[in-house]
């Protein structure tokens, strides 16, 4: 599965969507702004939600759920990277969260 830094995913956040595959608790905490959020478990019935034409970013709390999510989208039909490090390495990297 293709992975992108931190930075690289700030760079492209206002062109990619990123999907914010924590649970709610976790997002309770802060998320990227702009960011969808869609619980792993739940991606699979909310897919309509994310348009196939523009790259997805999958977003975690340290990148391994997200990797399993972008490789899965990657199989659906869309382009999908992971963020390496997740929301921690984000929040340690001082980018902004809402």
Do not use: Y
């Amino acid at each position: 599965m293709p992975e992108i830094t931190v930075n690289e995913a700030d760079r492209r956040r206002s062109t990619d969507q990123i999907l914010d595959v924590r649970e709610d608790f976790e997002v309770a905490e802060g998320m990227i702004p702009g960011a969808l959020h869609i619980p792993m478990d739940q991606l699979q019935t909310r897919l309509s939600e994310l348009d196939a034409a523009v790259p997805v970013i999958a977003v975690c709390r340290s990148g391994n759920r997200s990797a399993r999510v972008a490789d899965a989208l990657n199989g659906a039909g869309f382009t999908a990277d992971t963020m390496t490090g997740g929301m921690t390495a984000w929040s340690q990297a001082g980018l902004p969260t809402t």
